[in-house]
């Protein structure tokens, strides 16, 4: 796994001291500068000290980034068993969710503030945890200030044993002709010897580490954003407010449909109403033609048109419950249509997101090996 490359910077290093020792004639027991020897060692345990810090900071990070793909599992397990439903709830007061202490820290700090959102019957609106357990965080426990730029140290240390050997080798190197001159060849040879081990094992570590560097921070980057996918489909509440256009139909659909039950109470009371008067008319009629005569009868057919006005506003109630039914159709469909176009711009985001981090990765690609190319550009025109 990408994650754990950088141990092969133990055994590469191991390889490198051996060498060392070897081409000095340590193994043989032919010595043939302790200078250069001693150049060497003091160079190599400067590089082994610079590695064993890289080493306990890349392990805090593999830790971070392991914990997080535990917790991705553990997420996605819970919500198969919830049956697909928030897990909130039961995330919000857990204190176990995470036991590394950067990361720990950091979803408290997180479940402090989302707290500030809590009302009654949901969130009042929502933080991003991608605030608080971001890339910088990742950074920090991988002391990516230092490690990045160990690359341009152990560079620098192979250059620094050139300059330091051909130093050496030409302040031994005296005589005014070619006998004298012959007598000292070996000394500078042995000043260059120094100079070629050095810029070899230097500029061999730093393009080492600095793919190990860049690959194990590329493992960790894409743990955090599967986490922050998983928990932002998973956990992540909610905010009530969904915009004034949604709330407003809303609003209207509820408007409507109370409407309709009160014009259909309306309706009923209305037929009701008519029927009781046409009974009650038609009797006082009856009985008034039989003790009054015939002036009665013109007003039995005055409350007839009344009933029969009666009527009438009753089908004008229809048709205006018709119309509000029509009314609160036209906002469902604007609803549906509103949902679709919210999920279309999801749809882009995520879109977006998944181009930024393949820009990024682009970028970072670009970025090393121009830096990898200026390195060996000061070289060789140093050289």
């Not at 000095?24 to 250069?36: E, H, R, T």
């Not at 500030?116 to 991608?130: D, P, Q, S, V």
């Not at 608080?132 to 990742?138: A, F, G, K, P, V």
């Not at 810029?199 to 980057?221: C, E, H, K, P, T």
Request: proline share 1%; net charge negative; charged share 20%.
């Amino acid at each position: 796994m990408k994650s754990r490359l950088h141990f092969l910077l133990f055994p590469l290093y191991v390889v490198a001291v051996f060498f060392v020792l070897y081409v000095n004639g340590v193994f043989s027991g032919q010595i043939s500068s302790m200078g250069n020897l001693t150049i060497n060692a003091a160079f190599l345990a400067v590089i082994g000290v610079l590695f064993l810090i890289s080493m306990i900071s890349f392990t805090r990070l593999n830790h971070c980034a392991d914990e997080l793909t535990e917790v991705t599992l553990q997420i996605q397990k819970d919500y198969q068993e919830a049956g697909g439903k928030n897990l909130w709830n039961s995330y919000r007061d857990r204190k176990d969710v995470f036991f590394e202490k950067p990361l720990a820290d950091a979803f408290r700090k997180y479940r402090l503030r989302m707290r500030r959102f809590a009302a009654n019957n949901g969130f009042t609106g929502a933080c991003e945890l991608e605030e608080y357990i971001n890339e910088d965080l990742l950074d920090r426990v991988s002391r990516s200030h230092f490690n990045s730029g160990m690359s341009g140290t152990l560079t620098g240390l192979g250059i620094l044993g050139t300059f330091l050997g051909l130093a050496l080798g030409l302040g031994s190197f005296q005589g005014d002709d070619i006998y004298t001159i012959s007598d000292n060849v070996g000394p500078l040879l042995m000043g260059m010897k120094v100079a070629f081990h050095t810029s070899v094992y230097g500029i061999f570590f730093s393009l080492v580490f600095n793919f190990i560097y860049r690959a194990v921070m590329a493992d960790a980057y894409e743990r955090l954003g599967t986490f922050l996918d998983v928990f932002r489909q998973c956990v992540q509440p909610a905010a009530m407010d969904g915009g004034n256009d949604t709330a407003m139909l809303v609003y209207q659909a509820n408007m409507a449909n109370s409407m309709k039950h009160l014009l259909e109470l309306a309706q009923g009371e209305s037929k009701e109403q008519t029927a009781g008067v046409e009974r009650i008319v038609k009797q006082f009629v009856e009985q008034m033609n039989a003790s009054l005569g015939a002036n009665f009868q013109k007003l039995g057919l005055i409350l007839n048109d009344a009933g029969k006005a009666q009527t009438g506003n009753a089908e004008l109630c229809r048709e205006l419950i018709e119309a509000v039914n029509g009314m609160a159709e036209a906002n469902r469909d604007t609803l549906r249509d509103l949902e679709q176009l919210f999920e279309q711009q999801k749809a882009l985001c995520e879109e977006l997101e998944a181009q930024k981090e393949q820009m990024s990765a682009a970028c970072a690609e670009i970025g090393s090996q121009l830096y990898t190319f200026g390195q060996m550009r000061k070289l060789y025109e140093k050289q």
